[in-house]
């Protein structure tokens, strides 16, 4: 089945850079089914549409509810016999999966909350196959500060930018954040090359919700444009790195 087919075609302003570094990847393989881990994958935005495109996709997520949510909703697209749930946190990765057996990794929004994020990594590593790739969203320190410093909260925007994990505090909901000199060092510390940095979200957290929905198509293109960009892509609510094993 030919990924055009998908929701992976179809993406939102909030999504487009990481579905279209993905969509290249997958281009790299024509006719052939990956197989695929989504850690910390939930209800499987990713994963349900990578199934439709013919792979197999093994979702780890420590909800049990996301999961059940995951597997109705892979039911309902017909592509149940290619989606694995698995329950389990992210710092356990490397007691549920096997070594080199992936050839693409997700990442989403994991690094953030683990205990041990050079743990994970290091797993993530282990569990691809030699040129297999990983796919890792963080959350951006830049993004932070600036946000809070637009919406008054000044305070918090400096204890964020002084914080060495860039959190607002003891009530943060995360408990680090990154550039793209620490996200990239992290990988590489793992034995990753990060080929390619982008930015997600450059503008749709920042734009009233009205603007956003006058001219959806606009906006996303826009996401696009900006979203490899130096400063641009820096200041993104998140930062995404498709790092390759050698």
């Known amino acids: 089945m030919e990924i055009a087919?998908?929701?992976?075609?179809?993406?939102?302003?909030?999504?487009?850079a990481v579905w279209a570094v993905l969509r290249r990847e997958l281009e790299r393989h024509p006719g052939r089914e990956l197989t695929v881990l989504d850690v910390g994958g939930g209800t499987g935005g990713f994963a349900v549409p990578l199934a439709e495109a013919g792979h197999?996709?093994?979702?780890?997520?420590?909800?049990?509810?996301?999961?059940?949510?995951?597997?109705?909703?892979?039911?309902?697209?017909?592509?149940?016999?290619?989606?694995r749930a698995v329950q389990g946190d992210g710092d356990a990765l490397a007691a549920l999966?096997?070594?080199?057996?992936?050839?693409?990794?997700?990442c989403h929004a994991v690094l953030e909350v683990v205990d041990d994020p050079a743990g994970v990594v290091a797993a993530?590593?282990?569990?691809?196959?030699?040129?297999?790739?990983?796919?890792v969203l963080v959350a951006s320190r830049a993004a932070a500060i600036l946000g809070r410093a637009i919406n008054g909260h000044l305070r918090a925007a400096t204890a964020?930018?002084?914080d060495p994990e860039g959190r607002a505090g003891t009530r943060d909901t995360l408990r680090r954040r990154y550039d793209a000199e620490s996200a990239t060092a992290l990988l590489g510390a793992a034995g990753l090359t990060v080929e390619q940095i982008h930015g997600v979200r450059v503008l749709a957290d920042l734009l009233p919700a009205a603007v956003v929905e006058e001219d959806p198509q606009t906006l996303l293109d826009l996401e696009l444009e900006l979203s490899s960009r130096p400063p641009f892509r820096d200041i993104a609510s998140q930062l995404h790195l498709f790092a390759r094993k050698p």
């Open 124 to 135: 993530i590593a282990g569990a691809l196959r030699p040129g297999g790739a990983a796919s």
């Open 160 to 162: 964020v930018a002084s």
């Open 97 to 106: 999966v096997a070594p080199a057996s992936a050839d693409l990794i997700l």
């Open 56 to 83: 197999t996709v093994t979702v780890v997520d420590a909800s049990p509810d996301a999961l059940a949510a995951l597997t109705r909703r892979a039911a309902d697209a017909a592509v149940a016999d290619r989606v």
């Open 5 to 16: 087919s998908t929701r992976a075609a179809r993406p939102s302003a909030r999504t487009a």
